[in-house]
């Protein structure tokens, strides 16, 4: 990539902003939208329940898919709901030809089965990249949506000029939402890093950390990742999210890590916008798997 002034951190990092990739790629699928003409593109999005966050996360959803130039249709369903009457609803979805992406955002209140749920949506429409079939595909190589979330950190390498091939990479978390994924994508051909996966049993982490050239943190503890953790120019990306008195921290020890990285992710403001960004770019795929387009 050509090289472009990006904003650095006060020890000098590469601030890899997430908000701004979002906002290119927001921008960038509505122009590709209008150049074709404004096909119908949807995005449907499922909430359950009242929970504060998750209603949060999807306004914001909705919000940018309407900004891409996609229509953006939502359905409400009460915390109580049956699994049947869920199930219903989430088939209603999968057998409208309108609709080109589910997304079912969980958590689910508590007594619902999401695998049951995730079970039934048709992997054009898995834009969450979530079901069996869409983790299946990329496990195997074939065309699909990839989970928006280590998506999102991929891009954000990518955009802030991250070299992948043949460094080593440590990702922190072996969850299918985020760790599992983000390893493969890490791992594969034409990104080419060598990951290691790293759990609670791993043991001496730090250490194995500061053998890394990237650092993907997908934990969910504030303050995880010290200096210590961190080879000098390498990129660190924090997923974790952790809701403190002071406010929402993530796994990286921001402050620390900066003056050592030679990128790194804000949080918030790095990943979480572009797992939003992606959700955009994996609907519009969706719409063009579906012959929204060509
Ligand atoms: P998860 O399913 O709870 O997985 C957490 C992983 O962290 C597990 O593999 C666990 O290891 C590991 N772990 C826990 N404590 C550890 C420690 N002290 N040292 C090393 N590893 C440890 O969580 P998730 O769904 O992957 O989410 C991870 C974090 O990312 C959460 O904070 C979540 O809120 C956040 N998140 C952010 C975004 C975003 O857009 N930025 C999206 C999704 C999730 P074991 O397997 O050994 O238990």
Known sequence: ??????????GGAVLMDGNRLRDELVVDLKGRIEALG?????LATVLVGDDKPSQIYVRNKRKKAEEAGMVSRHVELPGDISQPDLEAAVRDLADDPSVHGILVQLPLPDGLDAERILDLLPPEKDVDGLTERSMGRLLRGRDGHVPCTPLGVMRLMERYGVETA???AVVIGRSTLVGLPQVLLLGRKGCDATPTLAHSRSGDLAAICREADIIVAAVGVAGLVTAEFVKPGAAVLDVGISRTADGI??????????AVAGAITPMPGGTGPMTIGCLMENTFNAARMQGAFA
Do not use: I, S
């Open 1 to 10: 990539m050509a090289e472009e002034k990006w904003e650095r951190t006060p």
């Open 38 to 42: 404004n096909p119908h593109v949807c």
């Open 166 to 168: 043949g460094k080593k």
């Open 249 to 258: 921290q993530g796994d990286v020890d921001f402050d620390a890590v900066q």
